[in-house]
C-alpha cells in the first residue's frame, strides 16, 4: 500500500513484559516520527529520525522506552517492563525532510497494558 | 518553544450552520500550522496546512483557515456543516529547528440534525 502501516494493530500485555511496535513509512519518506495519544495526556511526541542524523528522543517519558530504525526505512518502537500507564495508542508518521512537510499517520496500535 | 491553544473541547452545531474551531499559536519563530482530523477509531488525517504561502488555505471537504500573525490565531471554518464532519480536531504546530508536531488539546465537534 501507498501509506504508513503498523503493526500490529492491537496488543494486549500483562504488567512487566516487554512489547515491539512496528512502523513501515511511506517510501522515499526520509523522516519518521512517533506519537502516543491518550486520554489523559493527548497527543504527544515521542521520538523523531531524520535521515542518518541522530534521533531526537527528547519525548520519550522515560528509559524504559526506545525506538530504532534500520535503513532508513523500518522502524520498531520498544516498551520495557511495560506499566499499566503506557496503556495508549501508539501512532507513527513519516514525512519528506522539512517541517512544512504533511506528515503521513499510520492507523496506530492500540496498547492496553492488564 | 511552540504551543497550541485550541479553545472549546467539545463544539455542537447544527446541520447546515458554520463551523468555527478556534486555535492560536505561541511560536518565537515562523510558524508551520496543521489543521488534523481524527474520524472514531480512524487515524489523523491532514485538512489543511498554513507553509507561508498564503494567509488563506483551503483543505479538504470545504474546510479553510486564516492565518492571522497579529491575532496568533489560525481558526478553521467550514460555511455549512454535514453530518459526516462529526469527528475530532486538531491543531499542531512545527518549525524549522522543531520539526515535530506539537498538537493542541484537540475538538470534539458534533452536528445536530
Known amino acids: 500500500g501507498a501509506g504508513v502501516s503498523q503493526s500490529p494493530s492491537n496488543k494486549v500485555t500483562e504488567k512487566g513484559k516487554d512489547v515491539e511496535l512496528r512502523c513501515d513509512p511511506i517510501?522515499?519518506?526520509?523522516?519518521l516520527y512517533w506519537y502516543r495519544q491518550s486520554l489523559g495526556q493527548g497527543l504527544e511526541f515521542l521520538i523523531y529520525f531524520q535521515g542518518n542524523s541522530a534521533p531526537d528522543k527528547s519525548g520519550l517519558p522515560s528509559d524504559r522506552f526506545s525506538a530504532e530504525r534500520t535503513g532508513g526505512s523500518v522502524s520498531t518502537l520498544t516498551i520495557q517492563r511495560t506499566q499499566q500507564e503506557d496503556s495508549a495508542v501508539y501512532l507513527c508518521a513519516s514525512s519528506l525532510v522539512g517541517p512544512e512537510d504533511t506528515q503521513y499517520f499510520g492507523p496506530g496500535t492500540r496498547l492496553t497494558v492488564l | 518553544a511552540q504551543s497550541v491553544t485550541q479553545l472549546g473541547s467539545h463544539v455542537s452545531v447544527s446541520e447546515g450552520a458554520l463551523v468555527l474551531l478556534r486555535c492560536n499559536y505561541s511560536s518565537s519563530v515562523p510558524p508551520y500550522l496543521f489543521w488534523y482530523v481524527q474520524y472514531p477509531n480512524q487515524g489523523l488525517q491532514l485538512l489543511l496546512k498554513?507553509?507561508?504561502?498564503?494567509?488563506l488555505v483551503k483543505g479538504i471537504n470545504g474546510f479553510e483557515a486564516e492565518f492571522k500573525k497579529s491575532e496568533t490565531s489560525f481558526h478553521l471554518t467550514k460555511p455549512s456543516a454535514h453530518m459526516s464532519d462529526a469527528a475530532e480536531y486538531f491543531c499542531?504546530?512545527?518549525?524549522?529547528?522543531?520539526?515535530?508536531?506539537?498538537f493542541g488539546t484537540g475538538t470534539r465537534l458534533t452536528i445536530i440534525p
Open positions: 499542531a504546530i512545527s518549525n524549522f529547528g522543531n520539526e515535530k508536531l506539537t
Open positions: 517510501s522515499g519518506h526520509t523522516a
Open positions: 498554513y507553509t507561508s504561502a498564503a494567509t
